[in-house]
């Protein structure tokens, strides 16, 4: 099946410092992929929508300069958190769908394993 | 907009018992509706989904759910409940076309005790 990546799976950083989250699709070209985060024992919230080449579109309240994210291709997107604080904690997920035309069924989306970001 | 309520963010069964988790929409449009189910410290994988046609949908693990549009419901259901099931459901609500953005509901987190 459709199998999508995150790297790393879990980082500690200090107060401060900048931090990136790849999200990969690896067998399939994702057109569309999402970044959600999860605050222990609670549900995804959506922060952003990336489509390859093109600027994302942030959910409201989502602070764009400090959530950083490009989809520089049809593998590949990243999260930087910049200047993260202890309130940047949280478990980051991201999803990837494609198109119709792959045969990867276009409603799908497809789940990284997530990664566990803890700032100091 | 599009919403999610998911009746009882615990829920605790006995193994081979009957499991029933409670999902409710509001939609303006038809909507693609969804089960997923995340274990701890993992991402989510996709039990079953919703989109056309039959309403009764067979997903893995031997879990069905029925899209009842009267009811504007959609509930998870599992005849016999194994140890294996003990995890976070949550219910998702997706708009046809554009980008197929998702909504999550609260989640429901399943007890399976001997």
């Known amino acids: 099946g459709a199998v999508v990546s995150q790297h790393p799976s879990w980082v500690i950083c200090k107060s401060g410092t900048s931090v990136k989250i790849e999200c990969r699709s690896l067998?399939?070209?994702?057109?569309?992929m999402f970044w959600y985060r999860q605050f222990p024992k609670q549900s995804l919230m959506l922060m952003a929508t990336?489509?390859?080449?093109?600027?994302?579109?942030?959910e409201q309240g989502v602070e764009k300069d400090k959530f950083l994210i490009n989809h520089a291709s049809l593998t590949l997107s990243t999260l930087t958190v910049t200047s993260a604080h202890p309130e940047d904690s949280s478990f980051y997920i991201c999803?990837?769908?494609?198109?119709?035309?792959?045969?990867?069924?276009?409603?799908?989306?497809?789940f990284g394993p997530g990664t566990r970001l803890t700032v100091l | 907009a599009q919403s999610v309520t998911q009746l009882g963010s615990h829920v605790s069964v006995s193994e081979g018992a009957l499991v029933l988790l409670r999902c409710n929409y509001s939609?303006?449009?038809?909507?693609?509706l969804f089960w997923y189910v995340q274990y701890p410290n993992q991402g989510l994988q996709l039990l079953l989904k919703y989109t056309t046609g039959a309403t009764l949908v067979k997903g893995i693990n031997g879990f069905e759910a029925e899209f009842k549009k009267s009811e504007t419901s959609f509930h998870l259901t599992k005849p016999s409940a194994h140890m294996s099931d003990a995890a976070e459901y949550f219910c998702?609500?997706?708009?046809?076309?554009?980008?197929?953005?998702?909504?999550f509901g609260a989640g429901t987190r399943l007890a399976v005790h001997p």
């Open positions: 990336s489509n390859e080449g093109s600027k994302a579109t942030y």
């Open positions: 939609s303006s449009v038809p909507p693609y």
């Open positions: 999803s990837a769908t494609s198109s119709g035309t792959s045969g990867r069924g276009y409603n799908e989306q497809f």
């Open positions: 067998d399939f070209q994702a057109t569309t």
């Open positions: 998702a609500v997706s708009v046809p076309g554009g980008y197929n953005k998702l909504i």
